[in-house]
């Protein structure tokens, strides 16, 4: 019997499902750093207030926002009135800050 190079057509469609996941969820994420500013910092509860500028990866318009940081760290040095970089990703719905940087 023949052995087929012809791949199922189920095993195609995973294959596909597959590629257009990982597509959305790099599409939804950024790595590109935003210039803001930090308004307050609630390390008990891991979260900072940021007001930023527009953030075109997430369509995003400028504006004061509270976020979760993904690992509390981040908010060692952080202080209100810090200028400072930052990069944001959505995770199951949230924006997530994922990087951190005060600018000098």
Known sequence: ???STKPKP???FLALLLLALMSLASW????D????????VDRDNQKITIKHGEIKSLDMPPMTMVFTV?????LEA????DKVR??????????VVTA?????
């Open 86 to 95: 930052f990069g944001v990703a959505r995770e199951d719905g949230k924006f």
């Open 28 to 31: 939804s994420q950024s790595d």
């Open 1 to 3: 019997m023949p052995i």
């Open 100 to 104: 951190i940087e005060i600018a000098p």
């Open 78 to 81: 952080a202080k209100p009135g």
């Open 70 to 74: 993904k690992d509390p760290t981040l």
């Open 33 to 40: 750093k935003v210039a803001g500013e930090v308004r307050k």
């Open 10 to 12: 189920r095993v195609a």
